[in-house]
């Protein structure tokens, strides 16, 4: 989350949830907390003999949500509603399995999706469970439920109240759009298991973010500071998946660290942002290229996040185009106008074109690390040594010896500080609070009363997390359901020499780099494994906000005081995922150890939680109209390329049927020699825009726009498949809701337009 654009409202919804909680108490309840196709499933022992044969399986899928009328997840700012789609966003899974025992199996799910989360997570569980057979092996312990980190998709599907605020809670129908999604990506990738082989090569994308909380950095001792050239990781770590049958390459994972936040706050079109661009372009580059799999997926995994952003350019003041205060990210004292700026920040289309600019950045790089990695690459190796552990942990007042020194330290429940509210260079907060400040709280006591009045942390809940002066005491909220959470997933996976650490929070550069170190170094001694490999990935599982180093903690700016459980979070993840290091051993040593504790389940409010969010009541269209009539078009001119061809169509709510693995707008091309139109672009490709616009409340009536964006050479890049000369239409796809409740499908199509190229 980058700014609680809700936080004006808790003082409301604080009142709302007593009344809520009166209904409960009246109500005698208790307070308690394609392009795939499907192959038959190949086992072979085939190749076995070699140790760096391993069963691998790739799958995608699209998780596409409610497009409108739905808070987009990530900002936290309540006035940015769906309005339509740029880019349908999808679900990947990664599947590595020991083929000699597929119980050692691992799943790497990302979503192009702000987080993965506990809500979804478990549903995703229960669907495997359900279907059984197979299906068995795969559960707690080894699904890793990571997400992109984009800020621009449709919300309501998170866990916990705090984050469901701003998006008017939580909605069924795009919480299962998310879970049916991830589980037929696991489903396809299950289907495509195969022999493989794993090559592993890391570059440096030295544009591809910045620190957006220099300030913070700079508080890690300068030594410390001395061994690393920059203030982010600019390392992308990338792993090859070849099956062996035909040397094929089925899929690459890549890890990089930068917050998807290229489209601001105010984009209200759904997209996977920088990642979901790089993704999309690298699939859509290898269409022609005999070395890939048909059924190819490429993965563009987020790592250590925390303190990094896409608007590289650095922040300034929109009103003087100064740059903003270094300490506090403030202009004349104020954080509101404070703005990162991507590479394409004076184009006036919410953040797009820098969007697609930080995406193609993340996409070169790999392609170019791809061609390197026969060279420069390493083999993973140990077929035999793939493992997982996950456990459930509550943070509350966890004691554990300082890994890093002889001290003893301990964590918290769950708080938020005051600077949470003023948010980040990337969606700064729109109130009174300044980074490392809490002057304008003190001078605005609406802030404290409503501290007050959801929870007064207690002087050890003070002392624990200070210097956290906090706003939200929100571990200590379980009224009506919990509103953030104190039990996390600690997870870690391992395939070979390559050691997984999947985290629950956003982590700063610094955290991830001392977190990597000290798995690295106690693999060797722990593990045996001579020079092991490791990769971060975050936010996975849960949300837990952020992770900072101590040092970043002290000086509190947005990612300190959005650390949920004190300065010694970041201890207490490294002292667990040591503790359970061992798990990631030989099967034989494995089962020397004591089996490994379930832990505290976290309460699943799925079923639970409040929803403001109204359904579709119905569809309407005027008396001489009908679903899909075209009511306006460009002019009927020869167009170019970066020219925009759209229509206007009498419309219905997108929600009606949510088109997964389709689409609601396609561009058609007429083949002269077959005299038939054939779909060339459909609205998962980022020039095609889908737009939904209620246009009469009582009557139901609704406009849909389709406009695409024609490619101009920027936008081709590694496009087999550029635009040719031609005749071109749009054609729209909507479903229509009648009065009786009843959904139909229709269709609109234009006549045609005329491209030369
Ligand atoms: C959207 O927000 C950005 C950042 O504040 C701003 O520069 C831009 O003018 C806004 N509007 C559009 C249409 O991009
Ligand atoms: C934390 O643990 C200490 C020692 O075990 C105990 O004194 C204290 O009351 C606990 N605090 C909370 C908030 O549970
Ligand atoms: C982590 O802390 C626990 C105490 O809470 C301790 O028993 C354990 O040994 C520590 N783990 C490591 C690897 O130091
Ligand atoms: C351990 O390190 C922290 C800084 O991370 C320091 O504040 C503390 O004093 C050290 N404790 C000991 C016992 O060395
Ligand atoms: C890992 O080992 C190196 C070399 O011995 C050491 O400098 C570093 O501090 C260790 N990292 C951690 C987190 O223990
Ligand atoms: C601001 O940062 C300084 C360190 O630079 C720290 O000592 C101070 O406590 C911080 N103040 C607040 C209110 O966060
Ligand atoms: C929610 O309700 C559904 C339908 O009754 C049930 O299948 C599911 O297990 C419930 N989920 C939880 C977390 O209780
Ligand atoms: C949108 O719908 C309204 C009412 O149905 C109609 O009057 C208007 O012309 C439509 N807008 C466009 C751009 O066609
Ligand atoms: C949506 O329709 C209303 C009413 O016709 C109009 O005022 C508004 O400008 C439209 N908004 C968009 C984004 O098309
Ligand atoms: C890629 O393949 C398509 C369809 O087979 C073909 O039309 C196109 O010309 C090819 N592109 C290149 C660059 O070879
Ligand atoms: C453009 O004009 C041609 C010729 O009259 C017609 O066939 C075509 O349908 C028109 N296209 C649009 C979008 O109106």
């Known amino acids: 989350m980058a700014r609680p654009g809700f936080i004006a409202l808790l003082v409301g919804a604080s009142l709302a949830l007593l009344v809520v909680l009166q209904l409960f108490a009246n109500a005698g309840l208790h307070e308690t907390s394609s392009r795939f196709d499907f192959h038959p499933l190949r086992e072979t022992r085939a190749g076995t003999d070699d140790d760096n044969v391993f069963l691998l399986g790739v799958g995608k899928a699209d998780i596409t949500g409610p497009v409108v009328e739905v808070g987009l997840n990530g900002y936290a700012d309540l006035s940015q509603v769906g309005t339509g789609l740029r880019q349908r966003i999808f679900s990947r899974a990664f599947i590595i399995a020991d083929p000699d025992d597929t119980d050692n199996t691992i799943v790497y799910l990302i979503v192009d999706a702000q987080s993965g989360d506990t809500a979804v ?70 289907e495509s298991l195969t022999p493989g082989r794993l090559t592993h090569g890391t570059t440096e994308i030295t544009d591809g973010n910045a620190n957006r909380s220099p300030y913070s950095y700079l508080a890690n001792p300068e030594e410390e500071r001395n061994q690393y050239q920059y203030n982010t990781d600019k390392t992308m770590t990338m792993l090859r ?105 004076q184009e006036n289309d919410y953040g797009a074109k820098s969007c697609f600019e930080m995406g193609r950045r993340q996409y070169s790089a790999a392609k170019d690390l791809y061609e390197q990695l026969d060279s420069k690459g390493t083999q993973i190796v140990g077929s035999s040594s793939v493992a997982s552990y996950h456990v459930y942990h509550d943070f509350t007042n966890y004691t554990f010896p300082s890994p890093f ?27 009174d609070f300044t980074q490392n400040s809490t002057g304008p709280a003190e001078e605005n006591p609406l802030w404290y009363v409503a501290r007050a009045f959801i929870h007064q942390p207690s002087a050890e809940q003070q002392a624990c997390q200070a210097p956290k002066e906090i706003l939200l005491d929100a571990g200590a909220v379980t009224l009506p359901y919990a509103w953030a959470p104190n039990i996390v ?98 099967s034989s040593d494995v089962s020397k150890l004591a089996p490994i504790p379930a832990g505290p389940n976290p309460p699943i409010n799925t079923n639970n939680s409040l929803s403001f969010i109204t359904g579709v009541v119905y569809d309407g269209a005027a008396s001489d109209q009908s679903f899909g ?101 749009l054609h729209y796809y909507g479903d229509s809701k009648s009065v009786g409740g009843d959904i139909t499908s229709f269709e609109g199509v234009t006549g045609a337009f005329t491209v030369s190229v």
């Open 241 to 345: 998946f070849d099956r062996t049958s035909d040397s094929k390459t089925t899929a690459v994972l890549t890890f990089f660290s930068v917050h998807g936040t290229s489209l601001y706050e105010n984009n209200t079109l759904t997209a996977g942002d920088n990642k979901g661009v790089a993704a999309w372009l690298y699939e859509r580059s290898v269409a022609n290229d005999t070395r890939f799999a048909d059924d190819f997926v490429a993965g563009f995994s987020q790592s250590s996040v925390g303190d990094t952003t896409p608007n590289v350019l650095g922040a300034y003041c929109e009103d003087t185009g100064l740059p903003c205060r270094f300490e506090d990210s403030t202009c004349n004292g104020k954080t509101e106008l404070c703005r990162g700026r991507g590479p394409y920040f």
């Open 629 to 729: 009539d075209v009511l306006s078009t460009s002019p009927n001119v020869t167009y170019g390329r970066g020219d925009t061809i759209d229509a206007t169509f009498v419309g219905a709510n997108p929600r009606n049927n949510l088109h997964q693995e389709s689409t609601f707008a396609a561009v058609e091309f007429l083949d002269t020699s077959s005299g038939s139109w054939k779909t060339v672009r459909t609205d998962a490709d980022w020039n095609l825009i889908y737009m939904w616009n209620r246009t009469n409340t009582v009557l139901g009536y609704s406009n849909a726009t389709i406009a695409w964006q024609i490619e101009d050479d920027y936008y081709e890049i590694g496009n087999p498949n550029p635009v040719q000369s031609g005749s071109y239409r």
């Open 121 to 190: 997570r478990h549903g995703v569980l229960q669907g495997l469970a359900a279907l059984g057979g197979e299906y068995a092996r795969y559960g707690e312990h080894n699904i890793a439920l990571s997400g992109t980190h984009a800020h621009s998709g449709p919300g309501a599907w998170m866990n916990y109240l705090l984050p469901q605020i701003p998006t008017k809670g939580f909605d069924k129908q795009s919480y299962q759009a998310l879970v049916d999604g991830v589980l037929l990506s696991i489903k396809r990738a299950h």
């Open 405 to 431: 020194n002889s001290s003893t330290l301990k964590t918290c429940y769950a708080a938020l500080g005051f600077n949470f509210a003023a948010g980040t260079t990337d969606g700064p907060g729109q109130f």
């Open 489 to 586: 997933d600690i997870q870690g996976f391992r395939v070979g020499q390559l050691l997984f650490i999947i985290s629950p929070s956003e982590v700063t550069t610094m955290s991830g780099r001392r977190w990597k170190s000290a798995i690295l170094n106690a693999s060797t001694e722990v593990l045996g494994i001579e020079d092991p490999l490791v990769v971060l990935g975050s936010p996975a599982n849960t949300y837990a906000h952020y992770l900072t180093t101590e040092e970043e903690y002290g000086v509190q700016r947005y990612e300190g005081a959005s650390t949920l459980y004190g300065p010694s979070e970041l201890a207490g993840y490294v002292n667990l995922t040591l503790t359970y290091l061992p798990y990631l051993g030989s």
